[in-house]
């Protein structure tokens, strides 16, 4: 992989142009590899794991035609078909006790849910479609159908056929799946190895006294968050004060031993924010700078701990922003999908549809803009949206209020009250 160079660096930031958010995401793609190492796992624990591998089932599922209704089971050839006709109740099966020898004509069998079909038999008669008289029962007319109520042999999986396809993020119905194919252990994609640290003189983590000017490492916890809920190898790595010996063997470390790390704060211009400069001198950044709001100071590219010689080994880098809000906005934006794609998965991008925006927004042409949003439905199925009071990058309770983003495009202007804006919603993204 070979990143494009922005040799404009942090420190020339004041005149070097943002790029836009999809030069940053073909950038970001074009970089990705997933990960290779596969693992067995058990079928609990292969839930929100990446299949390694096409699942073939090896038998039918169901493995027997079986009853889908309490009724009778009949040959529908053999029935007399005018109604009322009497057929001979020849026995029963339950689930898990087969009717043991075939049905003949003018016979049927009391059958119950689940029951394997007798030999024989092809239809199912409701019970409340039918009469019983003793050891006889007959049916009402439109209720013989032919071939209904019954489940076929490999209707859900035929065997042989793929049940599951390789890089596929296993969900619950995906470990009943396997569970009914007999399936005991999966092969599943490692995890994705993620390092993180904040930086910052001014953070102090939770414990210690707030001194004039002090604030609470945030940071390190929502990231923790996000990587838990995409299944990822965490690795904390604390705070780091703003000084490049520390900084650099911060990073060195964590490239050494994760494919990604994430940074947040000091990416952008600034005598402290020393991280982004730091990097130049073992690592290739593509850019440092975006053309959206918030998440301007975000750097991307690649460290190489041990120096760039061949094959050596290397690590992604995201130089996430230091304001709580800029970091989940470009972490949801950027990390997120190049985690997925890491991960060796195949799974759709998320959700993303129109809403009529209840407040005029203002909104300059030139950069993409992820508005914290409430998104309401109305009695009637329409979605509407409204920002959430505060829009600044620093304001976490802006993130916790709001259910979605509000996504303005990069050419995007002014809209007014009652215009469609695209959503993001939350639900399936967080
Ligand atoms: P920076 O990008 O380092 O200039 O930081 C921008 C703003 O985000 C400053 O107000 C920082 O104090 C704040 N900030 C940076 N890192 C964190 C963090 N880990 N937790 C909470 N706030 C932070
Ligand atoms: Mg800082």
């Known amino acids: 992989m070979t990143i494009p160079k922005d040799t404009s660096g942090p420190?020339?930031?004041?005149t070097a142009n943002p790029l836009p958010v999809d030069a940053a995401r073909t950038i970001i793609r074009s970089a990705l590899t997933p990960v290779e190492t596969t693992e067995h796992v058990a079928l609990r624990a292969a839930l929100g794991r990446v299949l390694a591998r096409d699942i073939v089932s090896p038998i039918d599922v169901p493995a027997h035609d079986n009853a889908a209704m309490d009724g009778y089971a009949f040959?529908?050839?053999?029935h007399p078909r005018q109604a009322p006709f009497a057929l001979a109740v020849a026995g029963e099966a339950r689930a898990g006790h087969p009717f043991e020898r075939s049905c003949g004509a003018l016979e049927c069998v009391r059958i119950m849910t689940g029951a394997p079909m007798p030999a024989g038999c092809d239809t199912v008669v409701p019970q409340e479609f039918a009469t019983r008289t003793g050891s006889s029962v007959t049916f009402d007319a439109q209720a013989i159908v032919p071939?209904?109520?019954c489940r076929r042999a490999g209707e859900d999986l035929a065997r042989g056929r793929p049940a599951l396809k390789s890089g596929r993020i296993i969900r619950p119905a995906d470990l009943g799946l396997l569970a009914s194919l007999g399936v005991a252990e999966v092969a599943v994609r490692r995890r994705v190895r993620v390092a993180f640290f904040s930086t910052g003189d001014e953070l102090r983590s939770i414990g210690e006294p707030l001194d004039t000017g002090a604030v609470y490492d945030s940071n390190r916890y929502t990231l923790h968050a996000m990587l838990a809920r995409l299944d990822i190898e965490a690795l904390d790595l604390g705070v780091v004060r703003d000084e490049p010996e520390t900084i650099e063997a911060a990073l060195r470390a964590a490239a050494g031993s994760a494919d990604v790390v994430l940074t947040s704060g000091g990416v952008s211009v600034g005598d402290a924010d020393l991280t982004a400069r730091m990097t130049a001198t073992f690592?290739?950044?593509?850019?440092?700078q975006l053309a959206m709001r918030p998440g301007r100071p975000?750097?991307?590219?690649?460290?190489w701990p041990d120096g760039r010689a061949a094959g050596s080994r290397s690590a992604l880098y995201f130089g996430l922003p230091g304001n709580p809000v800029a970091v989940m906005v470009s972490f949801y934006q950027f990390v997120r999908e190049a985690l997925v794609v890491m991960s060796g998965a195949i799974a759709p991008g998320p959700l993303q549809f129109a809403a009529a925006s209840s407040a005029a927004i203002k909104k300059r042409p030139g950069r993409t803009e992820f508005l914290r949003a409430v998104a309401t439905r109305d009695a009637a199925g329409r979605w509407s949206v409204a920002p959430t009071r505060s829009q600044s990058s620093g304001v976490l309770s802006s993130m916790s209020e709001a259910n979605c983003f509000i996504v303005l495009a990069h050419d995007q202007g002014d809209v007014p009250a009652g215009e469609n804006v695209e959503i993001m919603p939350f639900e399936g993204l967080i």
């Open 11 to 14: 420190s020339s930031s004041a």
């Open 75 to 78: 040959a529908y050839g053999t």
């Open 147 to 149: 071939g209904a109520n």
């Open 283 to 288: 690592g290739d950044v593509a850019f440092w």
């Open 298 to 303: 975000l750097a991307f590219g690649r460290l």
